[in-house]
C-alpha cells in the first residue's frame, strides 16, 4: 500500500515538472487544490478531497498532500460537491498546512 | 433567479443535522452526488442545509452511518403546495378552468392595428378586411392570410401590397399605397419649357432646345423659356424634347390673421378622474353621476388594452376619463409673440409653396385691423420654374 502511494506521488511531482516547464497550470494535469479569491469575501476551491471542521469562524479543507484553513467571521458555505466547494464570508486569514 | 424558481419547481427541504461528525456527514453527501446548498453552522453540533426532496430520502443512509441525526426544519416548494391542497377540488378545478378560458379566448383575434395609410383612412380598409372576413371576435383559423392579402389588393385599388401579421389575439396589418405618378411628357415626344411661376431668371442651363430668355430677364408665369421648335437653313424645321434647369428669384406675400384678443385657460389645479371598462363594445361605467363635473373644463380619455405578455391581447380596455378645470381669460395679444410665432407658421407654408426652393430674405410687418392683428410676410426665393408642355406654337 504504502509503496502505491509511493509511486502515484512519484507520478504527480513528474507530471507537475512537466506542466511547469511547459507553462500549463499545475492544477489541471494533477488534483492539486486550485483557489480562486474574490477580495476577501468569496473564496472558491476545486479539488478538496472534504472538510474536516466547519464553523462559522473556521473552515478546513482537505486537499491533495495539504489542509487548507481559513479564518474569518461570518463563514458560510454556499454550495459543495464533488468538484469544489464555495465560501462566502469575511475571509482574514488562508493557511496551508503541508 | 431562474435556479430559485427550478429549486422552487423542483421542491426544497432545509434540513437540520445534529450530531457530532456532521462534517463527515457533508463530506459523504458531497462525494455521494447528493445536492446541497446553503450550509450553516447554527449549533456547536447542528448544521443546516438546503437540499432537494430526492436527496433527503438518499442522506439517511449516510447518517446512520455517521451517527446523525436529520430532521426536516421547513419545506418549500410547489411540491409541498399542492400535497398540502390536493383536496380542494373547486380550486383545482377553477385553475384548470382558467387555463381552458384562456386558451379559448386566444384563439380569437380581439384587436386590429392598421399601420401605414397616407391617402386612405384606417376605417376604409377596416370596412374592407371586415367585409372580407377579418373582424374584432372572429376565430384565427378560419383566417387565411394568403388569400385575404390577394383579396384585399383586388378589393382597394390604392393598395400596392399589404401584410397581415397574427401576433397572438393581435392582427397587425401593414398596408403600402400606390403613390401616382405625375404626368411626365414621354422623351421622344418634341416640347417647350415654359415657366411655371413669375420671376427673374438667376440661372440657365439649356441641355436641348433653344433659349428664348437670358438670364436677368423676368417671365412671366406661361412664358416660353425654351422652345422645341428648331430652325436651321441647313436641315429646316425639326422639333426636340427640350431639356433645362431654369432657376428664377420669385417674391412672395403672404397674409396671417389672428384676433386682437384671445381666451386663455387658466387651470385651477382641480382634477376629477373616471374609470370605465370595455368588453368587447359593451361599456360599463365605474362611476355614478355622469355629468360633466365643472363648468369648463378639458377632457382627456386614454383608453388602454389588457395586454398579458406583448401580443396577448384581452377583450378588455380600461378607458380613464381626465377632466381639468380651467377659468376662461381674456388676452390682449402681444404684438412680439405673434409676429415670431406667425412669421413661423408663414415661413411654413411658404416652404411648402417653393417645394424644394430655398428663402433668400424675408421680413415680417405685424398692423392692427379692425379688431384683428394682421401679418405680412414678404419673402424672396430662389427655385426651379422649368416646366414641360407640349409644342403649341412656331416662334
Known sequence: MAKGKKKAGLITRGLGKVARRLDIPVSSVTRTARISIDGNCHLILEGHEGISEYTDELIRINCKNMVVSGEGNGLSMKAMNTDGLSLTGSITKIEFSV | ?395
Open chain 2, 1 to 395: 433567479m431562474l435556479l430559485k424558481l427550478i429549486n422552487f419547481l423542483r421542491g426544497n427541504v432545509r434540513v437540520e443535522m445534529k450530531g457530532d461528525y456532521t462534517e463527515r456527514l457533508i463530506n459523504m453527501c458531497a462525494f455521494n452526488g447528493i445536492e446541497f446548498w446553503d450550509i450553516k453552522r447554527t449549533g456547536n453540533n447542528v448544521i443546516e442545509v438546503t437540499m432537494r426532496v430526492d436527496g433527503f430520502r438518499r442522506i439517511r443512509k449516510y447518517a446512520k452511518k455517521t451517527m446523525t441525526r436529520v430532521k426536516i426544519r421547513k419545506k418549500a416548494g410547489v411540491p409541498f403546495l399542492v400535497h398540502r391542497y390536493r383536496w380542494r377540488y373547486a380550486l383545482w378545478g377553477g385553475a384548470v378552468a382558467a387555463v381552458l378560458l384562456l386558451l379559448y379566448l386566444t384563439s380569437f383575434i380581439w384587436t386590429i392595428e392598421i399601420v401605414g395609410c397616407t391617402y386612405t383612412t384606417p376605417a376604409q380598409i377596416m370596412k374592407a378586411l371586415n367585409g372580407l372576413g377579418l373582424k374584432t371576435g372572429v376565430r384565427k383559423n378560419k383566417i387565411i392570410a394568403s388569400e385575404l392579402k390577394n383579396n384585399m389588393l383586388s378589393e382597394v385599388d390604392m393598395l400596392s401590397w399589404i401584410a397581415i401579421n397574427i401576433k397572438g389575439t393581435h392582427a397587425e396589418v401593414v398596408v403600402r399605397e400606390r403613390e401616382e405618378t405625375p404626368y411626365m411628357i414621354p422623351r421622344g415626344e418634341p416640347c417647350d419649357i415654359v415657366a411655371e411661376k413669375t420671376g427673374v431668371i438667376s440661372k440657365m442651363n439649356v441641355k436641348e432646345g433653344k433659349a428664348l430668355f437670358k438670364p436677368g430677364q423676368t417671365v412671366l408665369r406661361g412664358d416660353i423659356l425654351v422652345t422645341g421648335v428648331l430652325d436651321s437653313e441647313t436641315a429646316g424645321i425639326r422639333r426636340v424634347h427640350s431639356l433645362a434647369e431654369v432657376q428664377a428669384r420669385t417674391w412672395y406675400k403672404l397674409y396671417g390673421r389672428a384676433p386682437e384678443k384671445y381666451i386663455r385657460k387658466k387651470y385651477t389645479g382641480n382634477k376629477k378622474k373616471r374609470l370605465a371598462l370595455i368588453f368587447g363594445t359593451t361599456r360599463v361605467n365605474l362611476y355614478l353621476n355622469s355629468s360633466i363635473p365643472f363648468d369648463f373644463c378639458d377632457k382627456m380619455i386614454e383608453k388602454e388594452k389588457i395586454i398579458i405578455n406583448k401580443s396577448m391581447y384581452l377583450p378588455v380596455s380600461v378607458v380613464t376619463e381626465t377632466y381639468t378645470e380651467y377659468i376662461p381669460e381674456k388676452v390682449r395679444s402681444v404684438s412680439g409673440q405673434i409676429s415670431t410665432e406667425a412669421k413661423r407658421t408663414l415661413l411654413r407654408r411658404l416652404s411648402r409653396i417653393i417645394q424644394g426652393g430655398s428663402v433668400k430674405t424675408s421680413s415680417c410687418k405685424v398692423d392692427a385691423k379692425n379688431g384683428a392683428v394682421v401679418v405680412t410676410l414678404n419673402a424672396e426665393c430662389l427655385e426651379e420654374i422649368a416646366l414641360e408642355r407640349g409644342i403649341t406654337e412656331v416662334p
